[in-house]
């Protein structure tokens, strides 16, 4: 059964690479980023073998406890990121969950997260070299440890796949993505500031950091080799112990739900409910074939998971920027002042990849008589009504917060020029470039969902020519710092470029998008 589960993986994987040329491109992209990711845990954890025991205990136990973690929390958060092998869909097949369970475990590490986390497992024998015991000990935890990984994601999914599938989770599951990658960013920030306060204050905090996270589950099996390098044989047996108990139960609460999920498997529900007309959707908008655009991809921000993410996702970089140079007692508040700037920058990026969330239900636009130019200014205002409100919200935060409320003029200027030429270079970038996105509802980070190449180079183009646009205005207000006037000089030039790549980019993605309608069509279909 192992052989045969890990086949029908790499079967799978083989024939979605086929399919299209992108993925193939985005997974071999993919591979090297995570390659690099990889060499570099690497090459910290041998340059941990000529360090102290003490140092190289806390730095492998809490690194270590915080991947074993990070795996049960990312699978909550990010259900469902690798479907392959989804168990609902042997339901129908005589087979027992107890048959299923180890070629499953196989291949759920062949994956690039999996490959990676035992790479970088191994690294541990490179850290621990250093005598026999703590060598053996190593050798012993490894697998132990690796499995465990494996099991806390798919033992956390399994018992909570009726709440993880439900729309208003996955609604708030992706908000607590975004509040992960803030408390990352700040974490990062106030570990520099620790480093700012010297080597002995770091080294403390460091310490019962790691001596904490050794004591919980994520960290018993990865401070099995600490405990012996340092002579605690008796505790490394405890842990030990625990660490193979805790295997065994996850082991059982895996086993016990997937038998549940072959017998009951999950369905989503279908028309639970009924469309209601009128609204304040529809008064928004005038009644015209632009505004029946805007008011049904406003819909999709609200309801649509997979924009819901994207909201999230572009707050992020604001928001910790504001955030660390704020806790930073070394930090620059005219930075936390201009943070949210970066989102002006990031909106034309919803615009570029618009058209392939819509997936094969563009169909209406190309057969309704929607014109391209229609479409594209429909999204501009729907994007508009997102955005707007927040980007009012975090402006005044930032100047109240920096207190520099005399650099109002400054950060409104650039504001106003980056969202208009971000949002007319992504209405025109977003008719060159398409890729199969997650169905509507979905989850937006399951496998092959980035959209690879096309993806990248729409972001890539987007962000590059919106910031090239906006030059000028930028330039004009770093000037007004010294000459003040120059600051309504560089609003009025943002306003003036702004508007006229806003136009542009409409009228211009709309002709193309005319002339395109079938291959857009092709593109976003996962056929």
């Not at 096309?454 to 330039?475: K, M, Q």
Request: charged share 10%; aromatic share 10%.
């Amino acid at each position: 059964m192992v052989a045969i589960l890990v086949r029908l993986k790499l079967s799978l994987l083989r024939n979605a690479l086929r399919r299209s040329v992108w993925r193939t491109v985005g997974l071999i992209l993919g591979l090297v980023y995570a390659l690099g990711v990889v060499v570099m845990a690497l090459v910290g954890l041998v340059a941990l073998r000529w360090t102290s025991v003490a140092l190289t205990a806390d730095v492998t136990v809490l690194a270590f406890a915080v991947l074993t973690a990070g795996w049960l929390l990312l699978s909550l958060l990010v259900f469902g990121i690798d479907e392959t092998l989804d168990p609902s869909r042997f339901a129908l097949l005589p087979v027992r969950a107890r048959e299923l369970m180890p070629g499953l475990l196989v291949s759920g590490l062949i994956s690039s997260t999996g490959v990676a986390t035992v790479l970088v497992a191994l690294g541990l024998l490179a850290s621990w070299s250093r005598g026999v015991g703590p060598l053996l000990a190593t050798v012993v935890i490894i697998p132990f440890g690796v499995v465990t990984c494996f099991l806390l994601s798919r033992a956390g999914t399994a018992a909570f796949a009726a709440v993880l599938s439900s729309r208003r989770f996955r609604d708030f599951a992706f908000v607590g993505l975004a509040g992960f990658g803030l408390v990352f960013g700040v974490g990062a920030n106030l570990v520099g500031g620790l480093l700012g306060q010297g080597a002995g204050r770091f080294r403390t905090v460091l310490s019962d950091a790691a001596t904490l996270a050794g004591w919980t589950p994520f960290g018993w099996a990865w401070a099995v080799p600490a405990d012996v390098a340092s002579g605690r044989w008796l505790l490394a047996g405890v842990r030990l112990l625990l660490a193979v108990a805790f295997v065994a139960v996850l082991w059982v609460v895996w086993g016990h739900y997937l038998a549940k999920r072959l017998t009951e498997p999950l369905e989503a529900g279908r028309g639970a409910g009924r469309m209601r007309g009128g609204g304040l959707v529809d008064r928004l908008y005038p009644d015209t074939p632009v505004g029946g655009v805007a008011a049904r991809t406003l819909r999709y921000w609200r309801r649509d998971p997979r924009y819901v993410a994207g909201i999230a996702g572009f707050l992020i970089g604001p928001v910790i920027l504001m955030v660390a140079q704020l806790a930073n007692p070394d930090g620059l508040p005219l930075v936390a002042a201009f943070a949210p700037t970066l989102l002006c920058w990031l909106i034309g990026a919803s615009m570029a990849q618009d058209l392939s969330y819509d997936g094969s239900a563009l169909w209406l636009h190309a057969t309704s008589g929607v014109r391209g130019v229609e479409d594209r200014l429909g999204r501009v205002l729907s994007t508009l009504t997102v955005f707007l409100p927040l980007l009012v919200v975090l402006t005044i935060a930032g100047l109240a917060l920096s207190g520099e409320w005399s650099a109002w003029l400054p950060v409104v200027a650039v504001s106003v020029a980056l969202t208009l030429v971000s949002l007319g270079v992504g209405a025109f970038v977003g008719t060159l470039w398409q890729w199969p996105a997650p169905p509507p509802g979905a989850n937006p980070f399951q496998k092959g969902s980035s959209g690879g190449l096309p993806s990248l180079a729409a972001f890539g183009v987007t962000s590059t020519v919106s910031l090239l646009l906006a030059a000028p205005t930028i330039a004009l207000v770093i000037a007004s710092f010294w000459v003040g006037w120059l600051g309504w000089l560089g609003l009025a030039v943002g306003v003036v470029i702004g508007s006229l790549t806003l136009w542009q980019g409409v009228v211009r993605g709309g002709v193309v998008l005319d002339r395109r309608w079938p291959e857009v069509l092709s593109a976003v279909s996962d056929s």
